[in-house]
């Protein structure tokens, strides 16, 4: 499967953003899905799933102000991000597992204080 990423930009603290993550090449209602974030000098770390089921986690920096959703039919991934902070700051990258892991290019968040 192939993922393209999109969404990222500048924004100021307390604002918000949706990235889009879209699928081509397989069968996409049947992956699990997730948005990970790297920032500068720091290991990539999970930030929100969902799974096939419509099942959702969150790390818990971003518990109540993230959102992540699917639709299957344009087999997109979502995520909303509202009261962004600073240290939002990040590349977001989506993946998509089911036997095999695969990932998207990234998109770039930038949050101003």
């Known amino acids: 499967v192939q993922l393209q990423a999109s969404g990222g930009g500048l924004v100021q603290a307390g604002g918000s953003l949706r990235l889009s993550c879209t699928a081509s090449?397989?069968?996409?209602?049947?992956?699990?899905m997730g948005w990970y974030r790297q920032a500068p000098g720091k290991q990539r770390e999970l930030v929100a799933t969902?799974?096939?089921?419509?099942?959702?986690n969150y790390a818990d920096s971003v518990k109540g102000r993230f959102t992540i959703s699917r639709d299957n039919a344009k087999e997109t991934v979502y995520l909303q991000m509202n009261s962004l902070k600073p240290e939002d700051t990040a590349v977001y990258y989506c993946?998509?597992?089911?036997?095999?892991?695969?990932w998207g290019q990234g998109t770039l968040v930038t949050v101003s204080s």
């Open positions: 090449g397989s069968t996409f209602r049947l992956y699990r």
């Open positions: 969902i799974s096939s089921d419509g099942g959702t």
């Open positions: 993946n998509a597992a089911r036997v095999s892991i695969h």
